[in-house]
Nanobody, 121 residues
Framework: QVQLVESGGGSVQPGGSLRLSCVAS????????LGWYRQATGKQRELVAR???????NYADSAMGRFSISRDFAKNTVYLQMDNLKPEDTAIYYC???????????????WGQGTLVTVSS
């Protein structure tokens, strides 16, 4: 059974930092694209950052220059380092895995349960 478990959320003041972690289990994720999404109250879920198996990254404009995504293949873990946090970063952050399973391009997805990040003074 595929499982993604996030941790590291919490409350922080504006300008502070948090590091989110997501441990994947249940299958090999070395070939997967791993990412972080977030959903604020009353808004749609949006991509924050993702990293491919080859290490290519892309970020939402709002995260560029403040957030950094990385992965540890040995630990099957993806991280999101968030610096200079702003109140508008307040949201539930979800870990996501996208895995292509055959040559035709069929894929499977998995989501974590989410971790709450609150940025407030």
């Amino acid at each position: 059974q595929v499982q993604l478990v996030e941790s590291g959320g919490g409350s922080v003041q504006p300008g502070g930092s948090l590091r989110l972690s997501c441990v994947a289990s249940g299958r090999r994720f070395s070939g997967s694209t791993l990412g972080w999404y977030r959903q604020a109250t009353g808004k749609q879920r949006e991509l924050v950052a993702r990293i491919t198996a080859e290490g290519r990254t892309n970020y939402a404009d709002s995260a560029m220059g403040r957030f950094s995504i990385s992965r540890d293949f040995a630990k099957n873990t993806v991280y999101l380092q968030m610096d200079n946090l702003k109140p508008e970063d307040t949201a539930i952050y979800y870990c996501h895995a996208h895995t292509v399973v055959n040559v035709e391009g069929a894929s499977v997805e998995a989501w974590g349960q989410g971790t709450l990040v609150t940025v407030s003074s």
